[in-house]
């Protein structure tokens, strides 16, 4: 097949669900023609080949960071992908595109999939439906609830990851669309752990670890008190990410006097992010909300216990006592006192980690690609009929 994917989002830009598509897209490559139109910002070069995918990337303005995108870039995004992808699909003969967020990206995918009449898949992200930590999050707004009713009906495929997004998507848009339900893949974790010395970690700390932007949504802030109540205890957070709260984050954890028990990686590679998972002891995350928390399942790959609030599509499958701890919504003393009992618990981490990683094989990326190669598969035929 002779695949396009939309996503204003695409590595070394933006988040989770950038990353997902990355992973699949190059799993996809090894079998089939695979494109990416994405924003081009930063440094970025305007087109490459990337592990068997090429990317054409598209001029947004007023981007400020590589974490997190603008309103402006996400518009000028949706306005230069559709200029560019007319273009592009008069060059190539696609059979199928996949749209990654409804939310901005929705429009470019449907108006490339109607100008030469081929199927278009949406893929839900999380955010492109609901994101509760965001006054301009879809499910508050009229139009952008009209909106993306509009693109559910008008889509060949919607594919949400969790059963909590597929909840909340017939809660707040009532299109009368039932999604497929394909959760995200994971890279198999096959590099060896990182050695604690070289990171400046010794063998008796507890790590605890957390992937995520520093944005509202996280509330990192929480995991700064947590490392606070309990710095008698031989601990140490790292947190892999950056965003736009993190001078705020350095701050908050100087004023708390815990700066020397925290590091911030900053983005790194994929290879690097595993070394850094499997040397560390449990993955802790204060998120408010995930459409499925990829960074949930890359810490149970690497056979950690979570600890993790009870809103959004890891409740799929971080299982309370399990292989991991599910605690209510902003119950930080809940969390912290089951964080403690990791802690002080050696034996309950390793079998909660093996359970983590019997779940997470589920979620390898091969199995993800080959549920997207199905459904391709079903909504080409569809339209032949």
């Known amino acids: 097949m002779k695949i396009l994917f939309c996503n204003y989002e695409y590595p070394p830009l933006g988040g989770g669900g950038g990353v997902v598509n990355k992973l699949v897209a190059e799993e996809l490559a090894k079998r089939h023609a695979v494109t990416v139109l994405t924003s081009r910002a930063f440094d970025c070069p305007e ?32 306005l230069s992908a559709i200029l560019y992808g007319k273009k592009l699909i008069k060059q190539e003969k696609f059979d199928v595109i996949n749209t990654y967020f409804s939310i901005p990206t929705g429009p470019v995918g449907h108006v490339l999939s109607r100008k030469v009449n081929i199927p278009n898949i949406i893929s839900l992200m999380g955010g492109d439906v609901i994101d509760p930590s965001k006054k301009l999050s879809p499910h508050r707004h009229l139009v952008l609830r009209m909106l993306n009713r509009f693109l559910f009906r008008n889509a060949d495929a919607v594919v949400a990851p969790s059963d909590n997004l597929i909840r909340n998507m017939q809660i707040y848009y009532r299109s009368g669309v039932m999604p497929h339900k394909i959760p995200f893949g994971i890279r198999r974790p096959d590099v060896e752990p990182g050695v604690r010395k070289k990171y400046g970690f010794s063998n008796d700390q507890i790590l605890i670890v957390c992937v995520g932007r520093l944005v509202p949504r996280k509330q990192m802030h929480q995991l700064i008190e947590l490392v606070e ?113 990791l802690i002080n618990d050696k034996g309950l981490r390793m079998r909660m980690g093996t359970e983590g990683y019997r779940c997470a094989e589920e979620y390898f990326v091969d199995n993800y690609a080959k549920r997207y190669e199905l459904l391709y598969s079903e909504v080409i035929e569809n339209r032949r009929k």
Do not use: W
């Open 229 to 341: 109540r309990l710095k008698d205890k031989n601990i140490h957070l790292i947190i892999i990410g950056d965003g736009p709260l993190k001078q705020a984050f350095l701050n908050e954890a100087k004023k708390r006097s815990v700066a020397d028990k925290i590091t911030l990686t900053g983005f790194i590679d994929e290879s690097e992010k595993f070394k850094i998972l499997r040397m560390c002891d449990i993955y802790a995350s204060t998120s408010q909300h995930e459409g499925f928390g990829l960074g949930f399942l890359e810490g149970m790959g690497s056979s950690l216990p979570v600890v993790a609030y009870n809103q959004g599509g890891h409740t799929d499958y971080v299982v309370n006592d399990v292989n991991g701890y599910v605690i209510e919504l902003n119950d930080l003393d809940g969390f912290i006192e089951k964080t403690e009992v």
């Open 47 to 78: 087109e490459c080949r990337e592990s068997g995918v090429r990317v054409f990337r598209v001029p947004v303005i007023l981007r400020k960071e590589k974490s997190v995108a603008t309103l402006t870039s996400m518009a000028s995004y949706v």
